[in-house]
């Protein structure tokens, strides 16, 4: 296995590894704010859908970082 392959694998597998972990970062994150129920037409936490949208839609998208 060369340098790049051995790379790619480590990388892959570190990502897999923390993908629950940020999930249950993020519930806790929903939990403290109290956004458990998103009303209305928004897109939460999803960059590319949103983007689709405002480009299907012609309409400025507003993004919130918290």
Known sequence: MDIRTWATVVVAAACLS?????????EQLRVALKDNEVKGDWIYDDLPA???AA???GKPMMIVFR
């Open 18 to 26: 923390t993908a629950g972990a940020q999930d249950a970062a993020k």
């Open 50 to 52: 949103g983007m689709a």
């Open 55 to 57: 480009k299907k839609t």
